[in-house]
């Protein structure tokens, strides 16, 4: 017995995407930016790198994200890379957020508020390595 399938399907019905979700797609897109060292403040951070250690990274790390039917607002936190220019970065960080969420999300942006917490010197984590070291 042969099934027929329809070249096209209309159905009726609706998406939900998790909230989760939305953080998870704004936090990859600001990790792409460049000047972007790390998101989340120091707590956040320091139980990243031990979910990254475990396996376990949570890319929604640093965002906060408020959904609603047609739009979301998002809030990150991110540290800089020095010596990048921070308002460049911000700026950059809103444009590739609000980019992901309207294409890949389909949501309006409200909103996109960027608080750069701390600014990554290079030396400071090469310092860090060679005190492990021993």
Not at 32 to 59: F, K, N, Y
Request: no cysteine.
């Amino acid at each position: 017995m042969a099934i027929a399938t329809p070249t096209t399907v209309q159905t009726q019905g609706t998406t939900t995407i998790d909230d989760g979700v939305v953080a998870k797609v704004a936090g990859i897109a600001a990790r792409e930016v460049r000047g972007v060292h790390a998101l989340g403040g120091g707590a956040a951070r320091l139980i990243g790198t031990v979910r990254d250690a475990i396996g376990s990274t949570d890319h929604a790390q640093g965002v906060k994200v408020e959904v609603g039917e047609k739009q979301v607002a998002a809030d990150i936190t991110l540290v800089a890379e020095y010596p990048v220019e921070l308002q460049r970065v911000a700026n950059q960080v809103r444009s590739a957020v609000a980019e992901a969420l309207t294409t890949l999300v389909g949501l309006e942006v409200a909103e996109i508020n960027v608080t750069v917490a701390d600014v990554h010197i290079e030396s400071e984590e090469d310092d860090d390595e060679e005190s492990r070291v021993v």
